[in-house]
């Protein structure tokens, strides 16, 4: 077997009891509430998550959200539903379109894309893109806006950092009303929200700082992406999500993660970021993957690039003080403001 996938073998039965455990212990003991609520997606991550938060706190203490919108795969909110039904969760559709549409979400969006091209429309279909030649030394990097007319005909172009920053911009609301909408469940129930990221978006800032970013506790983000799926299987995920590529299920056309934000498959980069992880020369690494020496180092590179580039959302807010946390910030207080709370 390759040397790196033997690496990344867990035993999903004692992995699944010791998060269960954590999980468990996280919410009732530290966070104290009472249950967990989560958003579904009809992905293997945020699936597994919601399995492990059956076996921690039983189906009866976790609630299940799907948040469809205008650009959504309507494939996202079956297979959700499917799976919290199987669960024996109880689960609601918050549609998430008008919210986004009084925002100026879609409105802002296409304002910026017609600066590139000036005949799109509300019909038609767009996404964004990495450049094919990424990992090529020397690559201007940046991304490349597609769009699609209702014709079916595809054109695309590079993207000026303006374009791309609003663009961004108003996609990022789309995460952080879903999150919204999340608090408001766990407030009315007493419940902790839970976040969905596995190690390679954690670890590279694959998130929404106060969307998808934004949770009480984060029980997968330790876990490589083939990690989730042998965890899955243990946990009796269906085969219609395990086998289904991995989306961003944000833009108007479909997505997948690589082409948007990875610049190699996630299997070839759970690998590479083990490697990377464990201080293995690129030369090594590249008999792990079907990359040159060179394809690695540049993986390697990438991966520098992300950790350096999106430390900002993972910054906690600053204080005048330079600390953190509710025990620093009032000192002495905290103990009778805790408490109080109880």
């Given at each position: 077997?390759?040397?790196?996938?033997?690496?990344?073998?867990?035993d999903?039965?004692?992995?699944?009891?010791?998060?269960?455990?954590?999980?468990?212990?996280?919410?009732?003991?530290?966070l104290?509430?009472?249950?967990?609520v989560?958003?579904?997606?009809?992905?293997?991550?945020?699936?597994?998550?919601?399995?492990?938060?059956?076996?921690?706190?039983?189906?009866?203490?976790?609630?299940?959200?799907?948040?469809?919108?205008?650009?959504s795969?309507?494939?996202?909110t079956e297979?959700?539903?499917?799976?919290?039904?199987?669960?024996g969760?109880?689960a609601?559709?918050?549609?998430?379109?008008?919210?986004?549409?009084?925002?100026?979400?879609?409105?802002?969006?296409?304002?910026?894309?017609?600066?590139?091209?000036?005949?799109?429309?509300?019909?038609?279909g767009?996404?964004?893109v990495?450049?094919?030649?990424?990992?090529?030394?020397?690559s201007?990097?940046g991304?490349?806006?597609?769009?699609?007319?209702?014709?079916?005909?595809?054109?695309?172009?590079?993207?000026?950092?303006?374009?791309y920053?609003?663009?961004?911009?108003?996609?990022?609301?789309?995460q952080?009303?879903?999150?919204?909408?999340?608090?408001?469940?766990?407030?009315?129930?007493?419940?902790?929200?839970?976040?969905?990221?596995?190690?390679?978006?954690?670890?590279?800032?694959?998130?929404?700082?106060?969307?998808?970013?934004?949770?009480?506790?984060k029980?997968?983000?330790?876990?490589?992406?083939?990690?989730?799926?042998q965890?899955?299987?243990?946990?009796?995920?269906?085969?219609?999500?395990l086998?289904?590529?991995?989306?961003t299920?944000?833009?108007?056309?479909?997505?997948?993660?690589?082409?948007?934000?990875?610049?190699?498959?996630?299997?070839?980069?759970?690998?590479?970021?083990?490697?990377?992880?464990?201080?293995?020369?690129?030369?090594?690494?590249?008999?792990?993957v079907?990359?040159?020496?060179?394809?690695?180092?540049?993986?390697?590179?990438?991966i520098?690039?992300?950790?350096?580039?999106?430390q900002?959302?993972?910054?906690?807010?600053?204080?005048?003080?330079g600390?953190?946390?509710?025990?620093?910030?009032?000192?002495?207080?905290?103990?009778?403001?805790?408490?109080?709370?109880s």
């Amino acid at each position: 077997m390759n040397p790196g996938i033997a690496a990344l073998r867990i035993d999903p039965e004692t992995e699944v009891e010791r998060i269960a455990g954590t999980l468990r212990s996280q919410v009732a003991e530290t966070l104290h509430r009472r249950g967990i609520v989560i958003g579904m997606s009809g992905g293997v991550d945020s699936s597994v998550c919601a399995a492990l938060a059956v076996r921690a706190l039983g189906p009866e203490r976790v609630f299940g959200l799907f948040m469809p919108e205008r650009d959504s795969d309507p494939l996202s909110t079956e297979l959700a539903s499917q799976f919290a039904e199987q669960l024996g969760i109880e689960a609601v559709v918050e549609n998430i379109g008008p919210t986004l549409e009084a925002a100026g979400c879609y409105a802002r969006r296409n304002e910026a894309v017609r600066r590139i091209f000036p005949d799109f429309d509300h019909d038609w279909g767009c996404k964004l893109v990495l450049p094919e030649d990424r990992l090529r030394p020397g690559s201007l990097g940046g991304y490349h806006l597609v769009v699609q007319s209702p014709t079916g005909e595809a054109e695309r172009r590079r993207l000026p950092p303006t374009a791309y920053r609003q663009i961004v911009a108003a996609t990022n609301f789309k995460q952080r009303v879903r999150k919204m909408m999340e608090y408001y469940h766990a407030d009315r129930l007493h419940y902790a929200v839970l976040g969905t990221p596995n190690r390679l978006e954690h670890h590279q800032g694959f998130f929404v700082k106060g969307g998808d970013g934004l949770a009480d506790v984060k029980p997968i983000a330790h876990l490589y992406k083939g990690q989730v799926y042998q965890i899955g299987e243990y946990l009796g995920v269906p085969d219609s999500i395990l086998t289904r590529p991995p989306t961003t299920d944000t833009y108007s056309m479909p997505q997948g993660q690589e082409e948007f934000y990875f610049s190699v498959p996630l299997r070839e980069l759970d690998l590479i970021l083990h490697a990377r992880e464990t201080g293995l020369h690129a030369s090594d690494a590249s008999a792990w993957v079907d990359r040159t020496p060179e394809e690695v180092q540049e993986v390697y590179r990438d991966i520098d690039r992300k950790v350096r580039t999106t430390q900002y959302l993972h910054t906690p807010p600053l204080l005048v003080n330079g600390e953190s946390g509710i025990g620093r910030a009032f000192g002495d207080a905290a103990p009778a403001l805790h408490q109080a709370e109880s």
